[in-house]
């Protein structure tokens, strides 16, 4: 065990816990997903389409493969960014739960 204020201590050593990002970036995450989403779309129906014209001729699979390969990633991406948006509530809801504790004052011995 370690003298680093910023390592957990007891049986959560283990795990890493990553840095405290600030709340508007969270907001940069999101908004980046709707780019990813088109990006992710349009490229495999564009990759799906070069390889109809010019390698496959089996109009129009080929294409609509690309399509639905483009569907998966952006789908992924959605999951993706849910996950970790969700692992951010959750963590800042254990640290709420934590400051609460840490100031609550304690019950009067009798």
């Not at 600030?22 to 997903?33: G, N, R, V």
């Given at each position: 065990?370690?003298?680093d204020?910023d390592?957990?201590s ?11 990002r ?12 709707g ?5 992710a ?29 483009g569907?998966?990633?952006a ?7 849910a ?8 963590r ?19």
């Open positions: 065990m370690t003298d204020p390592e957990p007891g049986s959560q050593s283990s795990e890493r816990v990553p840095p405290k600030a709340k508007w970036f969270l907001y940069t995450d999101a908004s980046s997903l780019i990813e989403i088109a990006v779309i349009t490229a495999g129906a564009l990759g799906g389409y070069y390889i109809e014209r010019y390698l496959t001729h089996w109009s129009p699979w080929t294409m609509l493969l690309g399509f639905g390969f569907i998966v990633v789908v992924r991406a959605v999951l993706r960014t996950r970790a948006y969700q692992a951010s509530l959750r800042d809801a254990q640290e709420a739960r934590r400051a609460a504790a840490e100031h609550e004052p304690s019950a009067p011995k009798q």
